[in-house]
């Protein structure tokens, strides 16, 4: 075996030159080494110089390179090349080319029987070649070149192949070639099952990568996995299932595992696994595995799935192919999402127009059912109104509920009109009509309106060259709804129409203009939008549905027209309508008649009405007084100190009726606005306000949160009435802080009621209010005069509260702690003084405030180096005091007691101790003397005596110890020398010393020997 290994052919070193085998690389010295004499080629000393030179240039380039020799091709390469050869290396060196390449010969045979057979090389690009360079069949691609090296005689004696890899950049481009595709259908999916089908589509561009992919997506209930789409399999495949258990063992795709690991499974083995082989999808083989990859859920509410996919039989499963897994499965899992979330805005854009369909028809059917009360409403009060012989008041009554009857027949009608257009219902009557008189006349109908608004009204309004087709009954609703908006909010100047042919002569203009508040710039593009209003537009009511411009650009585009507007803040608006003239515009559908004239009085009127409405002087003298408090039962107050109300409301007829209703209990003041309202309260405070919460300037909310605010009239009650209805309505108007929130319409009983229900209510608290601050007086007065003890007092003083911050520092404490009151009022006690954290201070101060326990102990400051006395104590609440005071010198003096004492014992030690050595030399000497001897207390009792005298008198000790000495033996047989003896011990006692030469009797045996003896007595201690 020997032959089979490069060392095996190793031969003398020094055999070839140096100058052949060039460079220090691993393939060079192995040339070197190598025994060339065993192969076809022969010894490198025989080589034709052609070969020399071309095994020169291959060791010195970085360029991977082979070349085959003679008619074997023998195998030469060099170290670039041995990325390429794998684990071929150094097997292959000096073996023939198709040894080395067996399983690619088929491929490369006729390229290289090309460049050898004659003079012309061969190139390629991007090659596949299936080899196998590390013991498995391997996807490759090269581009490469067979180039023929001539001999001597110049016939082709070898190859020579330049390398390039190009494995890499293919399988990447192709790779991202399916992930452009299948972001592609992501974006082009409208439904999941497009989605899952589209992304199915794309997989199947890549066979080569995913030779077979199932696609999975679970049901609802998420037991189980449903097939949504497939690529490179048929349907009728044991391995394709219509249904997957998600909580089933591995059979027949580890589902199950995939889900519990959230990570892709591999499945070996699929011919034994299934028992039929697989699609080759891309390749001359069926893949021998396939994986298992979740697909993730976006969201809440997304569907997760299960891509199944058959990995490529010439790849490795490393890293690089799972991350392409990876991202294949996130997108279909994004195109899935996506096609979930474009059904879902479907369906909610579905859902809003079939809601927008539902408030269309709505719209139509309540306008119409409201129009047969109105009827029975107006028909009475016009035939009432009609008739002779009303009183005055009565008809004043009659002509408010006509009026405002008129109003709401006129809101009903805009809202009928606008839902049939919406739905597609109106039918345009198109009439040939003299655009300027007829456009004139509807206009004049304003003119009573404007005068008494002083306001001037211009109306220019020449023939046209030609009739103008309209639908006479929308062309009225045009223009009175420009005029009544125009009129709206315009309060001086002048309102001007002009009608005219515009400059090209084929289109009739007429033109709204005003010297108005204007309309803000960013409003003019949203302007005929429905329900849009202006924010913050001052104008003479805040009243109205919103929808009249938009009505208003909806009937000109009926027309074929157009409408625009321009406008300045400050300096007024116009309104532009342009209309074709002739019929060629008009639909083919619509009719073209002479319709009947009809009577435009009763709809002007009602907008005249309204307009009159607006304005501030609108006749309350013509109004008879409503119905009031004593007609509903109601005591009225007396008119001296009767409670004083303020009503806002921008409806006239409104402030009159309510004025009057409160009119006889109560002194009321009507304004027509927020601003108004506050200008008022000002002048005078009321007792109560009465306020609707739509009008222009300031609406109620406004009026409510400026009173609110100011301090002055903070407390003052207010009370809503609005025609916005319902629980949302009310309960912003009662957290916004309105005391009662009234929705219109509403009985009168109710409103009295109401009323004073809340000025009752409002007496109770300014009561409790009076009597709150008198008690609030009485407590700061009673702190006052808590914290003048507390400062005045020596000891130390804090409060601290639940928190621990400090809520009081006296001016003791101040001083002892070296800080002052406003630097530490609001702080916690532990981040001024964290060093106490740990201390015997917080375990007092927290069972003080935890265990309510008070306690009593002494501190020491290290940094101060002075001593505290400190006593804590819960107090009321959730809060501890603690007083402390300065005992440093108190300390200090105790301790040099200490010390004094300390001295006064050792000293009186050291006198004992001497005092008892000379005691016990006087005891040894008293003992042992010959002479007589004992010791007295000042009282003359016997202390002790020696043995001499003891045996003078023939007794014990005992005999005399306790006795006085004058009654002892000793001086007892003596006549009156017991007496003697007394009055020298009380001498003695007084201090003095007495010496006597005595003469004693003795008791008999022992001794009556007569001689002289000295006494000397001293004092007994």
């Not at 007496?979 to 003795?1002: F, W």
Request: some cysteine; aromatic content about 8%; charged content about 25%.
């Amino acid at each position: 075996m020997a032959e089979d290994t490069p060392g095996g052919h190793l031969g003398r070193i020094d055999a070839v030159p140096d100058s052949l085998f060039l460079g220090r690389g691993e393939l060079a010295s192995l040339m070197r080494a190598f025994d060339w004499a065993s192969t076809p080629i022969g010894p490198p000393e025989s080589w034709p110089q052609a070969l020399k030179t071309a095994v020169r240039i291959m060791l010195t380039s970085q360029q991977p390179i082979w070349i085959g020799w003679g008619t074997e091709l023998t195998y030469l390469y060099n170290d670039p090349y041995k990325s390429i050869i794998g684990g071929k290396h150094p097997w292959a060196l000096g073996r023939p080319t198709s040894e080395v390449w067996s399983e690619i010969w088929e491929d490369i045979a006729p390229l290289l029987a090309k460049a050898t057979s004659g003079h012309e090389g061969t190139y390629v690009e991007a090659q596949l070649l299936i080899m196998e360079r590390n013991g498995f069949p391997e996807e490759t691609y090269y581009t490469f070149s067979y180039s023929p090296i001539p001999t001597d005689d110049g016939s082709p004696g070898g190859i020579f192949c330049a390398n390039t890899d190009d494995t890499q950049r293919v399988i990447t481009e192709r790779q991202l070639s399916l992930l452009r595709d299948l972001a592609a259908s992501a974006a082009e999916s409208r439904s999941v099952g497009q989605a899952c089908e589209r992304s199915a589509a794309a997989l199947a561009t890549d066979p080569q990568d995913l030779p077979f992919a199932l696609i999975y997506l679970t049901d609802l209930g998420g037991g189980h996995a449903e097939l949504a789409a497939s690529s490179g399999i048929d349907a009728s495949h044991p391995a394709v299932k219509p249904t997957l258990a998600l909580a089933g063992g591995d059979k027949p795709w580890p589902v199950a595992e995939t889900f519990r690991l959230n990570a892709p499974v591999v499945v070996p083995d699929l011919r034994d696994r299934f028992g039929v082989a697989f699609p080759t999808g891309g390749w001359r083989q069926p893949p021998t595995r396939a994986v298992v990859l979740p697909i993730p859920a976006s969201g809440d509410t997304g569907r997760s799935g299960l891509l199944i996919a058959g990995l490529n039989p010439f790849r490795l499963y490393d890293s690089a192919y799972q991350d392409f897994l990876a991202l294949v499965s996130g997108q279909i899992s994004s195109a899935i999402t996506n096609a979930d979330a474009y059904q879902e805005e479907r369906r909610r854009a579905e859902a809003l127009a079939e809601i927008d369909r539902a408030k269309t028809a709505f719209f139509s059917n309540v306008s119409h059912e409201f129009r047969t009360p109105l009827t029975l409403m107006l028909s009475p009060l016009e035939e009432a109104l009609g008739r002779d012989g009303i009183a005055d008041e009565q008809r004043t009554l009659l002509g408010i509920a006509h009026r405002n009857g008129l109003r709401l027949l006129k809101l009903v009608n805009t809202l009928l009109d606008f839902a049939r257009i919406e739905a597609g219902r109106v039918t345009a009557h198109f009439t040939p009509v003299d655009l300027s008189s007829f456009t004139a006349e509807l206009a004049s109908n304003f003119r009573s309106a404007l005068d008494r608004a002083v306001l001037r009204f211009v109306i220019e309004a020449p023939p046209l060259p030609q009739p103008v087709y309209v639908d006479r009954d929308m062309w009225e609703k045009i223009v009175l709804n420009l005029l009544s908006n125009a009129f709206k909010f315009t309060f001086e100047g002048e309102i001007v129409v002009r009608v005219g042919p515009d400059p090209d002569g084929r289109h009739a203009v007429i033109e709204v203009s005003d010297t108005g508040t204007g309309i803000p710039e960013a409003e003019i593009p949203h302007l005929f939008e429905r329900f849009r209003r202006v924010e913050g537009a001052r104008g003479r009511s805040i009243e109205g549905s919103g929808i009249g411009l938009a009505l208003v650009q909806e009937l000109i585009k009926l027309h074929s027209g157009s409408i625009d507007v321009e406008s300045e803040i400050g300096r007024g608006s116009t309104f532009r309508v342009t209309l074709p003239f002739g019929s060629a515009h008009l639909p083919a559908d619509r009719p073209r008649h002479a319709a009947l004239q009809v009577s435009t009085n009763v709809r002007a009127q009602a907008y005249l009405d309204e307009a009159i409405g607006w304005l501030d002087e609108g006749g309350d003298a013509d109004l008879p007084p409503a119905s009031g408090a004593q007609d509903l039962g109601i005591v009225s107050a007396p008119a001296a100190g009767r409670p004083h109300i303020l009503l806002a409301d921008d409806n006239h007829d409104m402030r009159d009726y309510v004025a009057r209703l409160l009119g006889d209990a109560y002194e009321v003041e009507a304004v027509g606005d927020g601003v108004a309202a506050l200008e008022a309260v000002k002048k005078r405070r009321p007792d109560l306000v009465l306020s609707d919460v739509m009008m222009p300037r300031l609406d109620g909310l406004g009026l409510l949160k400026a009173l609110r605010s100011d301090p002055a009239v903070a407390d003052l009650p207010v009370i809503f009435l609005s025609a916005r209805a319902g629980e949302e309505a009310k309960l912003e108007g009662l957290e916004a802080g309105a005391d009662d929130y009234l929705s219109k319409p509403f009985s009168a009983r109710e409103l009295l009621t109401r009323v004073r229900a809340n000025l009752d209510t409002a007496a109770i608290r300014r009561t409790a209010l009076r009597t709150e601050y008198a008690l609030r007086q009485e407590a700061q007065a009673a702190r006052k005069h808590a914290e003048g003890i507390l400062a005045s007092i020596s000891d130390g003083f804090i409060a601290l509260d639940e928190q621990y911050r400090f809520t009081y520092v006296n001016a003791a404490a101040e001083r002892l702690i070296a800080s002052t009151a406003e630097e530490l009022i609001g702080k916690v006690y532990w981040d001024v003084y964290p060093m106490m954290l740990g201390t015997k201070i917080e375990q007092a101060y927290r069972r003080a405030m935890t265990e309510r326990v008070a306690c009593e102990f002494e501190s020491y400051h290290p940094p101060s180096k002075r001593w505290f006395e400190l006593r804590v104590a819960p107090t009321n609440g959730k809060s501890i005091s603690v007083y402390f005071r300065d005992i440093t010198e108190q300390k200090k003096a105790e301790a040099a007691l200490r010390d004094i004492n300390e001295q006064l014992e050792e000293q009186v030690a050291e006198r004992t101790a001497e005092l008892q050595q000379k005691e016990a030399r006087l005891r040894t000497i008293f003992a042992a003397s010959y002479t007589y001897q004992a010791l007295l207390d000042v009282d003359g009792v016997v202390l002790d005596a020696n043995r001499t005298s003891l045996a003078g008198i023939g007794g014990q000790l005992e005999d005399v110890i306790g006795k006085p000495v004058w009654a002892t033996p000793w001086f007892g047989s003596t006549p009156g020398l017991p007496e003697m003896i007394r009055s020298d011990i009380a001498v003695v006692a007084a201090g003095e010393t007495v010496r006597r030469e005595l003469h004693v009797n003795l008791p008999a045996g022992a001794g009556s020997i007569c001689r002289c003896a000295r006494c000397k007595t001293r004092r007994a201690r």
